[in-house]
């Protein structure tokens, strides 16, 4: 049993100051020596999701595109962001899709959620991938699944409606999540509006 | 008490979870599947064997007034740097806990061990407490996420084990507190006849 230390207005300053100037050493040094692998374990992270959404391609050029404002969302403007990142995929010198990087700001947890879909050239979502979410565990954390990930493939968000059933869409909710659905469909709306303005002006030649 | 006793007094006798009713705001929160409890549980014990051993080292210089903030900015500091390392080294990993990590700092029960246990044993007592309050910490939150899944979800650690629609009410909160109220009481039962 150690015998306790008595406090003095002295010792009392000098220790907490010794304890937060050597964690705030130990955090500085330890985010300085994690920076870069965490740089890259992103980087590597964001190269597996545009693999797994579009076919097989050997060279990527990476650009932003601004986001269209929604004519029925007067004055709501985009969220926080007026660029998404647009990954075109080349093989063999031809376009062979755009991996975009979208995101929306109405899912169930305010943290932002990401999604990499892919198109093909002719606007058809080849699949989609969430990368970021911190939904309610079991309930919303399933729109990571194939089950609610696997409707999307294959669909044209020009004929296929990207709302959920509830809202007079075509997209099944996930059960007890409306929300996180709803979000996710919001998140591919603003893709899918971004892509669209991007061809207009001449993107996939 | 022997090094043996201190270290399986965590899973029933003292176990966190059903006896002392410490941390139960990340309990109640993550349990929604068997394998979301087992992540938290042992995210929470590496954090609580470290936190563990780093205040039981320094029990000696701190004064006894300023005990309480100094062992939150160990806590605290710990969580961080776990929390960047996993991000950089284990990216695969950090996807699955990585939600779990920051509420680590807000669970009572690392704190309350490191106040009521590391600050006043020895290094090794209270590595050992640590692992075994941690251990017994897992069980309780794998326990609790299991039965939550097969009643909720049909599944247990992902694999479905009946079709059809489950009953969806203990994946949501309130199922949190209907489960764990039984299994207490359970235990409670368990701990009386033995």
């Known amino acids: 049993m150690a015998k306790k230390v008595k406090s003095s207005f002295i010792n009392m300053v000098l220790t907490l100051t010794i304890i937060t100037v050597v964690a705030s050493l130990a955090l500085g040094s330890i985010y300085n020596l994690t920076l870069e692998p965490i740089a890259a374990a992103k980087k590597a992270a964001r190269e597996r999701a545009i693999k797994l959404v579009l076919p097989s391609f050997d060279s990527l050029n990476s650009l932003m595109v601004m986001i269209p404002l929604d004519p029925s969302l007067t004055g709501q403007g985009n969220g926080d962001q007026d660029s998404l990142e647009f990954h075109r995929a080349f093989e063999n010198g031809k376009c062979i899709g755009i991996a975009v990087s979208t995101f929306s700001n109405q899912a169930y947890d305010p943290t932002q959620i990401q999604i990499m879909v892919g198109f093909l050239p002719d606007g058809v979502i080849d699949s989609t991938v969430v990368t970021q979410q911190k939904e309610t565990p079991g309930l919303g954390t399933k729109m990571t699944g194939d089950k609610f990930n696997g409707q999307f493939a294959g669909k044209n968000p020009a004929t296929f409606k990207l709302f959920v059933t509830k809202d007079g869409g075509q997209v099944d909710a996930i059960t007890a999540s409306t929300i996180s659905s709803r979000a996710v469909c919001d998140a591919l709306r603003r893709a899918y509006r971004t892509f669209e303005s991007y061809e207009k002006e001449g993107g996939t030649e | ?194």
């Open chain 2, 1 to 194: 008490m022997n090094q043996w006793q201190n270290f399986t007094k965590g899973f029933i006798k003292e176990n966190a979870v059903f006896v002392l009713l410490l941390g139960l705001c990340p309990t109640l929160a993550v349990t929604s599947s068997a394998i979301n409890g087992l992540g938290m549980g042992l995210a929470t014990t590496f954090v609580l064997v470290a936190s563990n051993m780093v205040v039981t080292s320094v029990k000696s210089f701190i004064p006894d007034k300023v005990r309480i903030p100094s062992f939150i900015v160990i806590i605290a500091s710990f969580v961080t740097i776990v929390e960047l390392v996993m991000q950089a080294y284990t990216p695969t990993l950090f996807d699955t806990l990585g939600i779990f990590i920051p509420l680590i700092v807000v669970n009572c029960l690392v704190l309350g061990r490191a106040e009521g246990f590391a600050s006043k044993q020895s290094f090794l007592s209270s590595m050992i407490d640590g692992l075994g309050m941690g251990l017994g910490f897992t069980f309780a939150l794998t326990l609790l996420g299991s039965v939550r899944e097969m009643l909720g979800n049909g599944s247990i650690f992902d694999v479905k084990f009946a079709t059809g629609d489950a009953i969806l009410i203990f994946i949501l909160q309130p199922g949190a507190f209907i489960v764990l109220g039984y299994l207490i009481a359970l235990i409670n039962k368990l701990r009386k006849t033995t």
